[in-house]
C-alpha cells in the first residue's frame, strides 16, 4: 500500500511540476522589461555596467530594468521598453 501512495504521489507531482513549465511562457507574454525606472540595488538583470540583478548602482539608471506587466511601463514616469 505505501508503494502505491507513493507512486501516486510522484505522478501528481510531476504533473502539478509539468503544469509550472508550461504556464510559464504565457506568464512571461504578459511581462514586459521597462528601463530607467528602478531604485538603485533593485534591478531584475545585469546591465551594460553591472553583472547581475540588484547591482544597478543609482536610481533610473537607464540600461537598468524591472519586468512589469505588460502595459505598464509606458505609464510609469521615465519608462521605457526600450533599453
Known amino acids: 500500500m505505501k508503494n502505491s501512495n507513493i507512486a501516486i504521489a510522484s505522478a501528481i507531482s510531476g504533473l502539478i511540476a509539468l503544469g509550472a513549465f508550461t504556464a510559464t511562457p504565457a506568464a512571461a507574454a504578459e511581462k514586459e522589461k521597462c ?12 546591465t551594460k ?4 540583478a540588484g547591482t544597478s548602482k543609482m536610481d533610473h539608471q537607464k540600461d537598468a530594468f524591472v519586468v ?3 502595459g505598464l511601463c509606458d505609464k510609469l ?5 526600450e533599453g
Open 68 to 70: 512589469v506587466p505588460k
Open 49 to 52: 555596467s553591472s553583472s547581475c
Open 77 to 81: 514616469a521615465g519608462g521605457s521598453t
Open 35 to 46: 528601463y530607467g525606472v528602478a531604485k538603485a540595488g533593485k534591478n531584475d538583470c545585469a
